[in-house]
């Protein structure tokens, strides 16, 4: 094997869409409409949805915890509580430390990040668990 290159795992468009069905269905069943952002490892948008009734603005913010998720490789809330608001500020909201995003790993390795925004940050986070648990990825752990 070359060292110039390494193999990587990568979500297919049929994980993607079971993880986007899934969190609307946790959401529909909580009664919380959501906005859905699920990211690459580098945190490039494989999929996104806003439900009928969610915030508008939201699916800013699950988009931002999407790609921190991501970035870190740790739920979003992660991110120090002393540092969240200027890291917030130096990315231009692209990063956070609001509950409801959280990292897509199979057998540790990291293929991408998923973002819930528009229901309390204990809803947020449930909703993406949910997702994660539909294609049999590593749960996430608490921060």
Same mark, same amino acid.
Request: charged share 10%; net charge positive; glycine share 38%.
């Given at each position: 094997m070359s060292?110039?290159?390494e193999p990587s795992a990568q979500l297919t468009d049929k994980g993607v869409l079971a993880m986007l069905q899934a969190a609307i269905d946790m959401a529909s *069943?909580?009664?919380q409409p959501q906005c859905i952002v699920v990211v690459d490892q580098s945190g490039v948008v494989l999929g996104s949805f806003r439900m009928q009734g969610s915030r508008f603005l939201s699916l800013k913010s699950a988009l931002a915890k *999407?790609?921190?998720a991501a970035s870190i490789n740790a739920p979003s809330t992660a991110i120090p509580e002393h540092a969240r608001l200027l890291i917030s500020g130096a990315t231009q909201g692209e990063v956070t430390g609001l509950?409801? =995003?959280l990292p897509i790993r199979f057998g540790g390795v990291l293929v =991408?990040?998923?973002?819930?925004?528009s229901g309390s940050g204990d809803q947020d986070e449930e909703v993406a668990r949910a997702a994660l648990h539909a294609i049999g990825a590593d749960p996430a752990s608490s921060s």
């Open positions: 060292s110039f290159f *069943a909580m009664g *999407a790609r921190t509950k409801g =995003g =991408g990040g998923i973002g819930i925004g």
